[in-house]
């Protein structure tokens, strides 16, 4: 097939945009593995950077993994009941209600995590503890879980599987347990990726609902940004996109399958 | 059990969860500002300041990606090359990449050691840096909201059909005319949808501008100063609470608009 102008013309912006995005994303990774900063890659590779910002930053990596799971537990038993809910009804307080749960991504972090400090900063030990940090992260993470379970249940025709189970003599659980969640398992995993990093990056809540006890990997980041030198800064955030990276990539590829399977149908 | 009840139990700890940890909250937010902090916003010049330069970046930002998008998303739409999933899978790697992360990427960029200076002087000319201005700024927001943004008009625009196209060519509207008449069209609920996503991210965004760590006044910034510095807890929670109903205010109209397509 010949090519006219427009596509070759369509292809190279499109690869300016694409250095764009990547260029910055390799120079950062470079510059956490290079010997030394002013000569460049000729001085070889070295992990001393990563193991140097290991030493002092580890914990807030492993809090951030922590801080995640426990966010995918919560948001996982909150937001399928929900969106089972939201998906069984049709009426007017359903609607109400899912447009207040998504309500929360609307409103910027930092908004969140101010009111959450005036309401709740002098309860007890919270403000100290990383459950407040969790609290802010369920929060913004639950809208997420319940969108991507809601899209694979409304797809479905839910009430007929229902029906059917229930005609077979299936109860309530039964139904919910054998024939529901199995049919939504790719939305829950959809949900359950999404959850996860975006509490690993989570950074305009944390950065306020944070102590200096509590310090989370996004955080961490910022301090690293701010106070260390490019090759210490560089191999922070290459943990951090040895983390995230993989976790993009398995979406992605959820999603592909996903669509593939729709327009399979 | 009969089905409303279950229905309620199931749903109540999302919305008790919600209500505690998000309605209150707001609920503190709004009162906490008391008449003071919402009338020093309106008279100290520097606070409007600032709202004009966040609307400003807000604005600028959701312009160039709508560009930027329409052009990448359109044409990854509608050709089929060797390579083309692996364009698009670069193209949306930074999807989740936090604010923050950003801001440090365009020091990579547009920094005193970035690309852009390090090839401005290999070219003989001056260091260019621009990281930690406005534009450094813009730059960051744009590299953020690409792939949202691509992704969605992607969406938009492999469910148009291609025959509304060859119709107009036959008829020998010339493309850019197709592009005016029949593409852009098509996918405009899409585009509302895209740019108000970027517009209200963009006017609450703060981590990329905290990594640029300059002194680039947008409101999320004067918020966070007024909260840690200056102790000025009225003011820092009336201007987060005008700023949050602002962000969900146009997400809102937009999906209202774009008939339920933004998020």
Excluded at chain 1, 151 to 161: E, F, G, N, Q
Excluded at chain 2, 93 to 109: E, S
């Amino acid at each position: 097939m010949k090519r006219g102008i427009g596509f070759w013309s369509g292809l190279a912006f499109t690869l300016l945009i694409s250095a764009f995005l990547i260029l910055p994303v390799l120079a950062s990774v470079i510059a956490g593995v290079t010997a030394n900063q002013f000569i460049g890659l000729s001085s070889g590779l070295t992990l001393r950077w990563v193991l140097d910002v290991w030493a002092d930053y580890g914990g807030t990596v492993l809090l951030s993994l922590q801080i995640a799971l426990a966010t995918l537990m919560v948001t996982l038993l909150l937001g399928i009941p929900a969106a089972y809910v939201l998906a069984r009804h049709a009426g007017i307080t359903a609607r109400l209600v899912e447009e207040a749960l998504v309500m929360p991504v609307a409103v910027p972090g930092l908004a969140t995590a101010l009111g959450l400090i005036l309401a709740y900063g002098t309860l007890g030990d919270l403000r100290a503890s990383w459950f407040f940090i969790l609290i802010g992260h369920v929060i913004f993470c639950l809208p997420f879980m319940v969108r991507a379970v809601l899209a694979v249940l409304l797809a479905l025709d839910l009430r007929s599987l229902e029906e059917a189970a229930q005609a077979c003599g299936a109860t309530w659980g039964q139904r919910f347990l054998g024939v529901v969640l199995p049919n939504i398992r790719g939305g829950i995993l959809a949900g359950s990726l999404m959850v996860v990093t975006l509490s690993l990056g989570e950074f305009n809540m944390t950065l306020l609902l944070h102590t200096p006890f509590t310090r989370t990997l996004p955080v961490g980041l910022a301090d690293a940004y701010t106070a260390l030198r490019t090759e210490m800064a560089s191999a922070y955030t290459l943990i951090f996109f040895t983390l995230i990276v993989p976790l993009l990539s398995v979406m992605q590829w959820v999603a592909n399958r996903a669509d593939r399977e729709g327009s399979g149908r | 059990m009969p089905d409303r009840l279950r229905a309620a139990l199931l749903i109540a700890p999302a919305l008790v969860v919600f209500l505690a940890f998000f309605l209150v909250p707001l609920g503190y937010l709004a009162v906490a500002g008391g008449a003071g902090g919402y009338s020093a916003i309106l008279t100290e010049p520097r606070f409007l300041r600032s709202l004009v330069s966040t609307l400003l970046v807000a604005a600028a930002t959701t312009a160039i990606t709508l560009v930027i998008s329409t052009a990448v998303g359109l044409f990854l739409a509608r050709v089929r090359f060797h390579g083309r999933s692996t364009l698009l899978a670069l193209l949306t790697l930074p999807l989740a990449f936090p604010g923050v992360v950003v801001g440090y990427l365009v020091i990579m960029l547009a920094g005193r050691q970035g690309l852009v200076a390090e090839i401005s002087t290999a070219l003989g000319g001056e260091r260019i840096v621009f990281a930690y201005s406005l534009a450094g700024l813009l730059l960051g927001y744009v590299y953020f909201s690409i792939p949202r943004t691509l992704l969605t008009l992607m969406a938009a625009a492999e469910k148009l059909d291609p025959r509304l196209e060859e119709a107009a060519r036959s008829l020998g509207a010339s493309p850019l005319q197709i592009l005016r008449d029949v593409l852009l069209p098509g996918i405009a609920p899409a585009l509302v949808a895209a740019g108000a996503i970027c517009f209200a991210t963009a006017t609450g965004a703060f981590g990329t501008a905290f990594a640029l760590a300059s002194r680039i006044d947008v409101l999320p910034m004067v918020i966070y100063t007024e909260f840690t510095l200056q102790a000025n807890l009225a003011v820092a929670a009336a201007l987060s609470f005008l700023l949050g109903i602002a962000t969900w205010a146009v997400l809102a109209l937009a999906r209202g608009a774009s008939g339920g397509a933004a998020a």
